[in-house]
């Protein structure tokens, strides 16, 4: 089992920033692949960023690229997502998710365990 607990949300005006926090309990968070995804209302739950064990591989969507960041501090067993330029189109909650085996994926469906996310609301 593995929990993860997401912060950092919050209300931002356009072209503000935010970071997000995602720590992890439960396994050795070294071993990992970790993504943040991130869902609209109406919408399907879609990728943002993914980062592989040791942090040395990322990967964005293209409407973030840029923009956001995501890092980890293995020591801290914690992910986290830089986003800076914020639009109102970000509006989303946010969740980060762990992948047991393999390298990070844009896969929704690959990612075996997930937070209970965290709201981030950018006004116009």
């Known amino acids: 089992q593995v929990q993860l607990v997401e912060s950092g949300g919050g209300l931002v005006q356009t072209g503000g920033s935010l970071r997000l926090s995602c720590a992890a309990s439960?396994?050795?968070?070294?071993?990992?692949?970790m993504g943040w995804f991130r869902q609209a209302p109406g919408k399907e739950r879609e990728f943002v960023a993914a980062?592989?064990?040791?942090?040395?591989?990322?990967y964005y969507a293209d409407s973030v690229k840029g923009r956001f960041t995501i890092s980890r501090d293995n020591a801290k067993n914690t992910v986290y997502l830089q986003m800076n330029s914020l639009k109102p189109e970000d509006t989303a909650v946010y969740y980060c998710?762990?992948?047991?085996?393999?390298?990070?994926?844009?896969?929704?469906?690959?990612?075996?365990?997930w937070g209970q996310g965290t709201q981030v609301t950018v006004s116009s």
């Open positions: 439960g396994r050795t968070f070294s071993n990992y692949a």
């Open positions: 980062i592989s064990r040791a942090g040395y591989t990322t």
């Open positions: 998710a762990v992948r047991l085996g393999g390298r990070p994926t844009r896969l929704v469906s690959d990612y075996n365990y």
